[in-house]
């Protein structure tokens, strides 16, 4: 019986262990995708130098991410837009 009862919260440990990172990693990452999403969305063909614009706006630095997009040619309404999504 308490066999079963140490497998259990071993079990359990575990999960919460796992899940924790995973649970506060998701707003960030988040973030990042809506960010790209809107730039896909707009038709631009996203490119790694898209994704570290959007990561600037992740990290709450919006002036970098949508300087970096505008010269990436994208049009300033969207890159505004795209790094308004990217800051969870």
Do not use: W
């Amino acid at each position: 019986m308490f066999r079963n009862a140490r497998v259990v919260g071993v079990a359990i440990a575990t999960f919460a262990a796992a899940a924790l990172p995973l649970m506060t990693a998701a707003p960030a990452q988040a973030g990042l995708v809506d960010c790209v999403q809107v730039l896909d969305e707009e038709g631009y063909k996203v490119t790694n130098a898209h994704a570290e614009a959007c990561a600037e706006g992740r990290n709450n630095n919006r002036a970098k991410c949508e300087a970096m997009l505008r010269e990436l040619d994208v049009a300033a309404k969207d890159a505004s837009l795209a790094c308004e999504r990217a800051y969870p």
